[in-house]
């Protein structure tokens, strides 16, 4: 009964947020986008697999000529990590299509060579211009975004409330605050579980009018309740 309780009150909040923010031209089209996305990466992610060791073999090792085969061998695992990280992110756009998401993934995380696994992309070097640079940093920059908004997602309510009073909406203030926080969480987890993981190079659903949660509570300049 509990668990029917939650499900309900989660529908009622999404229900509300789509309704409160009904004169967007962004928030419906861009639920619908990631939940699109979600579910073809959820079912094609396998596809990495062959697709990474049939570029491995095409690019070599390294992009060095005549090491096609020892290329497949990288492809392989290159292939067994896109897939994971490619179906763990469908798995999530899925759940939390309904949530907003950040701005960009520019410089957070290992991107995934292209939007579908089928595609050819721009395959991403974690060594170029070293490991640290490439790698070590986007992933921890990963985990400290997941940690943030999943740690502090909830400041995303007197924040909200606070520019809603602003704009004297303190209504949709309260509905955004809410909305935003639950998508902060949402977000959150699957940061943290997919850190070191390739993810999606971009984001389908409206974004957050701010990087951090804690910030609309000083920033009067952020986007207004719309």
């Excluded at 668990?3 to 861009?30: H, Q, R, W, Y």
């Excluded at 211009?129 to 986007?138: E, I, M, Q, R, S």
């Excluded at 969480?185 to 409206?206: H, M, Q, S, Y």
């Amino acid at each position: 009964m509990k668990k029917l309780i939650c499900v309900i009150a989660a529908a009622a909040m999404v229900l509300a947020s789509a309704t409160a923010f009904a004169n967007s031209d962004e928030v419906i089209p861009g639920m619908g986008d990631k939940l699109y996305s979600g579910f073809v990466n959820t079912f094609t992610g396998w596809v990495e697999v062959p697709a990474q060791i049939a570029k491995g073999y095409k690019y070599g090792w390294m992009g060095e000529k005549n090491t096609g085969w020892i290329g497949a061998i990288g492809g392989l695992f290159a292939g067994i990590g896109s897939a994971a990280g490619r179906t763990i992110s469908g798995m999530g756009q899925m759940a939390g299509f309904w949530a907003a998401d950040p701005d960009s993934n520019e410089g957070i995380g290992i991107p995934l060579d292209a939007e579908y696994a089928w595609e050819e992309g721009t395959p991403y070097n974690m060594v170029d211009p070293d490991l640290t640079d490439a790698t070590v940093k986007p992933v921890l920059r990963k985990l400290g975004r997941g940690a943030g908004n999943a740690l502090f997602g909830v400041m995303e309510v007197p924040g909200q409330i606070m520019k809603g009073i602003q704009d004297k909406s303190p209504d949709l203030g309260i509905v955004k605050g809410l909305w935003y926080w639950f998508s902060r969480e949402v977000d959150g987890v699957w940061d943290i579980c997919t850190f070191c993981l390739p993810g999606p190079r971009e984001n389908k659903a409206v974004a957050f009018d701010d990087k951090w949660p804690w910030s609309a509570m000083g920033d009067k300049s952020t986007k207004p309740i719309k």
